[in-house]
Every structure is written in structure tokens, then in C-alpha cells.
């Protein structure tokens, strides 16, 4: 693929000529759209990213130095055949004696959105699928540690766009993002709407620009295994959602709590599956490598929040091969996945490490175990899941935890429809509550009322 970021289409020097290129678009886009040719454009969009996911695999992995080149390649697969698109766009009526009223989704206008470094062009295409599908454009302001390879694909995006009758600048990004070009796209009368995915830092910017805002926040989703699990399931739905981008993903398993009476059954079980099982010594010094730790004037931290508060991964480990981690205290291993045997106050417990280090905590019985779960995921109500041939378990953690994504005997990525049905997303809003977020997310209702049915009366 070809690329120059000197004439790369929709990639601009000043976030002001982006802002009014991207609102001139919009004007023009919506005036001229139908929902059939706004469909025309999110088919040729799926078409350009399938085609080229593997390149965008390759780039991403190479600019940002984390993950796994064969998962980023399904990331890219599962955002461009799984954004719904126009169909989601639901019209209501209402017919009457008195008349007929319509209700439908309108755009926006203009959408200042932020991506993550850990799926930075997969979060391009999910969200411009999703905002361009009811008449929206797009103004991004891109994670500054993958901003050559969004350009690449703002380019791409933008003469797949025009190739397909659309508009040029539908969808743009300026060329050096900070948090100063963020700062002048959310104070921009015009911009509409916000959309930020990423950490806290992030969501707490964009709920208090005093725009319309939609936070996609942090996660430390726990996983249960009770002791009527399927163990070889639940064994393998772990290996692999933990492993999976080497745990980059805000929805990936981050520790795990299992009843006492299949803990050691189901840690033998992932080392038959080829996780690497840490030897106490082992795994006191991978957390002195793996994790960091702020003074907290002598005190030791006590809850969950604290211990979130001050204890922070270490970031040449994030995002990195389970064997070349493991490699940092001397153990060689090509594993995809290593497992520590920990007690609840571990900070990996409490810590959204996105490493493939877990951290698993035997528990009691089944409270013990839901309790421990709802503490580790912080009220972040993002992704939990349970292995289980109980049903009420299921239905009493599910309700406890209320996450976005609860997912039952498999991997929480079932939760964004990867192996599994749904849709899919990769801005998943717990903190403003649009969950799985997709084109309806990025609309406003609008009402025509056409009284006395349409008739003149006198
Ligand atoms: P990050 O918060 O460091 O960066 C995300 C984006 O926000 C970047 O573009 C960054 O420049 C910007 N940013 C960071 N702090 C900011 C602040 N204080 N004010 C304004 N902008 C700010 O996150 P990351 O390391 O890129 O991604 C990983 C994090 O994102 C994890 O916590 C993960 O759980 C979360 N995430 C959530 C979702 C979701 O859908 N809920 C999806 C992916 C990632």
C-alpha cells in the first residue's frame, strides 16, 4: 500500500483547517445522502479494511510495539464485517385520528473522537462506520504513539469514500495530536458531539468539555469459575481470551477466581493448554518487574481502589509476549500465557495490567468468589465473566457485577460477537451508558408531526 503523509487525503497540519474541512463535509454529506448511498459508502469501507487488515496488522504492530500481529489482523476482520451500519437506524410512527407522527434519527453534525493506542485503526473504522451511517463526520484526534498508521488509514478511509461518491474530509484527523489539538476540538462551536475511548484521564476530559459526550473507559474484567464448571471449557475459554493481543483489550480477561474445590484442577488444566504456571519465587519476581508502585507515605494500600491507585504496570511489559516476559526473570518459555497462584490482595488482582500475566485468586465458595470479582472490577461496570453449569450462580453474579459485557462459558470477546452472535464494537460505553455502541449511539431523535393527517381543515 501506498502512503505519503504529505498528501495523505483527510490528514491536516492545523486542527482548525481539519474542524472546518471535516464541518464543510458534513453540510455537503448530509444534504446529498440517501440512506442508500450512506450504505453504498460503509460497504466500500468493510471492502478497503478487509483487504488491507493484514497490512494494518503489520503497521500497528510495528509503530506501537504491542500485541500480536494474528490477532490484530481478527480485530480488523471483526470491526469491518460487525459495525452494524444503516440498519440499526430504526424509524418509529405513530398514525392516528389525529394525524401521523414520525420519529427518526438525525446526525449530529460533527464528532471530535479519540482513539486508544491498543486498537488505534480498528477503533477509526468502528467509529466512522457507526458515526457516518446516519449523516455524521468525523474530526479525530488519534493516539499520538500510533499517528502514522491512523494517517494511513484516514487516507485510505477518504479515497475509499470519494471512490464511492462521498464527499473528501468525512473523515479526518490532524497530523500531530496532543492534548492541545484535543483541547481545540472540544471548545469548537463547530463540533457537536464527543466521543472519547481510552483510560480514565480521557472520559473525565470528555464529560466535563460540556458537549454531548460518550466515554468508552477502562475495564478489569474478572472471570469466575465456580465448582460446576466445565473445566476443560473454561480452561480454554480463558487461554485464549487472556492471551488474545496479549491482553491488550479494555474487555480482556484480567484475573480470575475460582472455588477451592476445582482450583487445582483448573490450573493444571491451563498447563495442559500450555500456560505457564509461576512458581511462588517465580511470581514474587515478575511482579517486582511487571508492576510499579507510588509511595504512599509508608502506608500499605487496603481495598481494591487502592490498591488500583497505586500500583501501575510497568510499560516496556505492556502489550508484550508472554515468553518475552517471562524471559525478564530468566525463564524461557513460548507460552501465550502465564498464570500466577495469588491471594486477593495481589495488585495484579486489582491492576488493568494488559499483559498476559493472570493473576488467579482461590476462593471459598461462591460468595466469597462474586465478592471478590465485584471489588477487583471497581465499579468500572465494564466486561466479567463466568464459567458455570449453574444457572442461578450465573443469574447472581450477572446481577452483582451489571456489566456491560457479561459473558456465560466463553470468552469475554463473545461479548463484542468474536466466535459468537451480536454485534460488534470497539467503543464500548459503560461510563455514559451506550454499551455496545453503534450508528443509533451517534444520533439525535427528531419528530415530524403531520397534523390533522396531512388534510386542510377550515
Ligand atoms: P489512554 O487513556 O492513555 O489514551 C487514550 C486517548 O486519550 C489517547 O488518544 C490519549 O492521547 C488521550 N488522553 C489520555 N489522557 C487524557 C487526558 N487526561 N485528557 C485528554 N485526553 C487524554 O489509553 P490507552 O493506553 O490508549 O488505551 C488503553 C486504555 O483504554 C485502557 O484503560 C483500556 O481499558 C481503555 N479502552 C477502553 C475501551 C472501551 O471501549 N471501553 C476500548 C479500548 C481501550
Same mark, same amino acid.
Given at each position: 500500500?501506498?502512503?505519503?503523509?504529505?498528501?495523505?487525503k483527510?490528514?491536516?497540519? +492545523?486542527?482548525?483547517?481539519?474542524?472546518?474541512?471535516?464541518?464543510?463535509?458534513?453540510?455537503?454529506f448530509?444534504?446529498?445522502?440517501?440512506?442508500?448511498?450512506?450504505?453504498?459508502?460503509?460497504?466500500?469501507?468493510?471492502?478497503?479494511?478487509?483487504?488491507?487488515?493484514?497490512?494494518?496488522?503489520?503497521?500497528?504492530?510495528?509503530?506501537?510495539?504491542?500485541?500480536?500481529?494474528?490477532?490484530?489482523?481478527?480485530?480488523?476482520?471483526?470491526?469491518?464485517?460487525?459495525?452494524?451500519?444503516?440498519?440499526?437506524?430504526?424509524?418509529? @410512527?405513530?398514525?392516528?385520528?389525529?394525524?401521523?407522527?414520525?420519529? =427518526?434519527?438525525?446526525?449530529?453534525?460533527?464528532?471530535?473522537?479519540?482513539?486508544? $493506542?491498543?486498537?488505534?485503526?480498528?477503533?477509526? /473504522?468502528?467509529?466512522?462506520? +457507526?458515526?457516518?451511517?446516519?449523516?455524521?463526520?468525523?474530526?479525530?484526534?488519534?493516539?499520538?504513539?500510533?499517528? $502514522? $498508521?491512523?494517517? /494511513?488509514?484516514?487516507?485510505?478511509?477518504?479515497?475509499?469514500?470519494?471512490?464511492?461518491?462521498?464527499?473528501?474530509?468525512?473523515?479526518?484527523? $490532524?497530523?500531530?495530536?496532543?492534548?492541545?489539538?484535543?483541547?481545540?476540538?472540544?471548545?469548537?462551536?463547530?463540533?457537536?458531539?464527543?466521543?472519547?475511548?481510552?483510560?480514565?484521564?480521557?472520559?473525565?476530559?470528555?464529560?466535563?468539555?460540556?458537549?454531548?459526550?460518550?466515554? #468508552?473507559?477502562?475495564?478489569?474484567?474478572?472471570?469466575?469459575?465456580?465448582?460446576?464448571?466445565?473445566?476443560?471449557? #473454561?480452561?480454554?475459554?480463558?487461554?485464549?481470551?487472556?492471551?488474545?493481543?496479549?491482553?491488550?483489550?479494555? @474487555?480482556?480477561?484480567?484475573?480470575?477466581?475460582?472455588?477451592?474445590?476445582?482450583?487445582?484442577?483448573?490450573?493444571?488444566?491451563?498447563?495442559?493448554?500450555?500456560?505457564?504456571?509461576?512458581?511462588?519465587?517465580?511470581?514474587?519476581?515478575?511482579?517486582?518487574? @511487571?508492576?510499579?508502585?507510588?509511595?504512599?507515605?509508608?502506608?500499605k494500600?487496603?481495598?481494591?481502589?487502592?490498591?488500583?491507585?497505586?500500583?501501575?504496570? /510497568?510499560?516496556?511489559?505492556v502489550?508484550?509476549?508472554?515468553?518475552?516476559?517471562?524471559?525478564?526473570i530468566?525463564v524461557?518459555?513460548?507460552?501465550?500465557?502465564?498464570?500466577?497462584?495469588?491471594?486477593?490482595?495481589?495488585?495484579?488482582?486489582?491492576? =488493568?495490567?494488559?499483559?498476559?500475566?493472570?493473576?488467579?485468586?482461590?476462593?471459598?465458595?461462591?460468595?466469597?468468589?462474586?465478592?471478590?470479582?465485584?471489588?477487583?472490577?471497581?465499579?468500572?461496570?465494564?466486561?466479567?465473566?463466568?464459567?458455570?453449569?449453574?444457572?442461578?450462580?450465573?443469574t447472581?453474579?450477572?446481577?452483582?457485577?451489571?456489566?456491560?459485557?457479561?459473558?456465560?462459558?466463553?470468552?469475554?470477546?463473545?461479548g463484542?460477537?468474536?466466535? #459468537?452472535?451480536?454485534? +460488534?464494537?470497539?467503543?464500548?460505553?459503560?461510563?455514559?451508558?451506550?454499551?455496545?455502541?453503534?450508528?443509533?449511539?451517534?444520533t439525535?431523535?427528531?419528530?415530524?408531526?403531520?397534523?390533522q393527517?396531512?388534510?386542510?381543515?377550515?
Amino acid at each position: 500500500m501506498s502512503f505519503d503523509i504529505n498528501t495523505a487525503k483527510g490528514v491536516f497540519n +492545523s486542527v482548525e483547517a481539519a474542524i472546518e474541512a471535516t464541518h464543510k463535509a458534513q453540510i455537503e454529506f448530509y444534504a446529498n445522502s440517501t440512506k442508500g448511498s450512506r450504505e453504498a459508502i460503509l460497504t466500500a469501507i468493510r471492502g478497503a479494511v478487509l483487504t488491507h487488515a493484514e497490512d494494518f496488522a503489520k503497521m500497528v504492530l510495528e509503530e506501537t510495539n504491542l500485541g500480536r500481529v494474528e490477532d490484530k489482523i481478527a480485530k480488523h476482520q471483526l470491526t469491518a464485517l460487525k459495525t452494524p451500519g444503516t440498519e440499526v437506524l430504526e424509524t418509529k @410512527i405513530w398514525s392516528g385520528d389525529h394525524g401521523i407522527s414520525i420519529e =427518526e434519527r438525525a446526525p449530529y453534525g460533527v464528532i471530535g473522537a479519540v482513539t486508544p $493506542v491498543t486498537n488505534p485503526t480498528e477503533t477509526l /473504522v468502528n467509529n466512522a462506520i +457507526s458515526m457516518l451511517a446516519s449523516g455524521n463526520a468525523v474530526v479525530f484526534n488519534v493516539h499520538p504513539s500510533a499517528k $502514522v $498508521v491512523s494517517a /494511513v488509514m484516514i487516507d485510505l478511509l477518504n479515497k475509499t469514500i470519494i471512490e464511492a461518491g462521498g464527499p473528501e474530509n468525512l473523515v479526518t484527523m $490532524v497530523k500531530e495530536p496532543t492534548l492541545e489539538t484535543l483541547g481545540e476540538i472540544a471548545k469548537s462551536p463547530l463540533v457537536n458531539m464527543l466521543v472519547g475511548t481510552g483510560g480514565p484521564g480521557l472520559v473525565k476530559a470528555i464529560l466535563q468539555s460540556g458537549k454531548k459526550g460518550i466515554g #468508552a473507559g477502562a475495564g478489569n474484567p474478572p472471570v469466575l469459575v465456580d465448582a460446576t464448571a466445565n473445566l476443560d471449557l #473454561a480452561a480454554a475459554g480463558v487461554y485464549a481470551g487472556a492471551a488474545f493481543d496479549n491482553n491488550l483489550l479494555c @474487555i480482556g480477561e484480567k484475573e480470575v477466581f475460582v472455588e477451592d474445590a476445582v482450583a487445582d484442577e483448573f490450573i493444571a488444566k491451563l498447563s495442559e493448554l500450555g500456560a505457564y504456571v509461576l512458581s511462588k519465587d517465580e511470581a514474587e519476581k515478575l511482579t517486582d518487574q @511487571i508492576l510499579t508502585m507510588e509511595e504512599v507515605n509508608g502506608a500499605k494500600p487496603c481495598c481494591a481502589q487502592e490498591i488500583a491507585r497505586v500500583w501501575h504496570p /510497568v510499560k516496556q511489559f505492556v502489550g508484550q509476549d508472554a515468553g518475552d516476559i517471562l524471559k525478564s526473570i530468566g525463564v524461557e518459555s513460548d507460552t501465550r500465557l502465564a498464570v500466577m497462584d495469588v491471594d486477593n490482595q495481589h495488585p495484579l488482582v486489582h491492576v =488493568e495490567q494488559m499483559m498476559p500475566v493472570l493473576p488467579i485468586v482461590r476462593c471459598k465458595d461462591i460468595n466469597e468468589a462474586i465478592e471478590r470479582a465485584v471489588a477487583a472490577e471497581r465499579g468500572n461496570k465494564h466486561s466479567a465473566c463466568i464459567y458455570s453449569g449453574n444457572i442461578e450462580n450465573v443469574t447472581q453474579f450477572g446481577r452483582r457485577i451489571n456489566t456491560t459485557i457479561f459473558a456465560h462459558n466463553g470468552p469475554t470477546l463473545s461479548g463484542v460477537g468474536y466466535n #459468537a452472535e451480536g454485534t +460488534s464494537t470497539f467503543t464500548i460505553a459503560g461510563p455514559t451508558g451506550e454499551g455496545i455502541t453503534n450508528a443509533l449511539s451517534y444520533t439525535r431523535a427528531r419528530r415530524f408531526a403531520i397534523a390533522q393527517g396531512g388534510l386542510r381543515i377550515v
